[in-house]
């Protein structure tokens, strides 16, 4: 991986560093990219904001990204970075984060707005002919825990029945294996990773 950022050392008088960078194959040529904001709370604490990951379709599945998100969590430990931030997103985010651990981000409008995605996603997904009759139920069993949670009067987080982005994304019946993967494949939400 190439590192294009500016050459000043970390936080030299600002608030947030961006990390961009290409990634390259053993020749040398563009084969992905990446993108990472680390920013400076007033409580001092430090965020690692993880704008991009992506790589051209013939490198992916080769076990890239886990590799890399392992190598870059225990260098934040290192550093003492805290939490991870993210928004899963584009063709694989929403499978890729709710597998490496995620959890939904607390922010209020975020969270919100993950669930509602995501309900939406297992709503349209129970009405679809590729999905056996205990995948709908099981489809639908998560979907109404969604809902039930999106009821609290504070916050979601407080109904202790709402399912977790691994617990969606774990879904499976005998017959679908992968029930959760297809599922969650294209949703989009805000997640969070506690160092
Ligand atoms: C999301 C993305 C960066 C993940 O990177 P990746 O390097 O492909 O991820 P990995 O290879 O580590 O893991 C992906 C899959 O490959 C599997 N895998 C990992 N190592 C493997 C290996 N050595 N052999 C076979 N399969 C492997 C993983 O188990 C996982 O499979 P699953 O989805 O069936 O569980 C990549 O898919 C991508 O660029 N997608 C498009 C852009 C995008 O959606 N970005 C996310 C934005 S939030």
Redesign the pocket.
């Known amino acids: 991986m190439q590192y294009r950022g500016s050459k000043t050392p970390p936080f030299a008088g600002k608030r947030s560093v961006v990390m961009d960078g290409i990634i390259t194959d053993s020749r040398g040529a563009n084969i992905?990219a990446v993108v990472r904001t680390f920013r400076r709370h007033g409580d001092g604490e430090v965020i690692a904001e993880h704008d991009?990951?992506?790589?051209d379709e013939q490198?992916?599945?080769?076990?890239?990204?886990?590799?890399f998100t392992k190598m870059s969590e225990a260098w934040y430990r290192k550093a003492g970075i805290s939490r991870i931030q993210?928004?899963?997103?584009?063709?694989?985010?929403g499978?890729?984060?709710a597998?490496a651990g995620y959890t939904w981000l607390p922010d209020l409008d975020r969270l919100d707005y993950s669930l509602r995605g995501v309900s939406e996603r297992l709503r349209l997904m129970s009405y679809s002919r590729t999905i056996t009759d205990e995948g709908r139920e099981l489809v639908e069993h998560m979907r109404t825990r969604i809902e039930e949670a999106l009821k609290q009067p504070r916050t979601p987080l407080d109904d202790p029945d709402l399912p977790s982005p691994q617990e969606l994304v774990r879904m499976s019946t005998e017959a679908e294996p992968?029930l959760g993967?297809r599922i969650m494949r294209g949703t989009s939400w805000y997640g969070a990773k506690y160092l």
């Open positions: 992905g991009l990951l992506e790589l490198f992916r599945d080769k076990g890239f990204s886990t590799i993210l928004h899963a997103a584009l063709d694989d985010g499978k890729t984060w597998q992968d993967r």
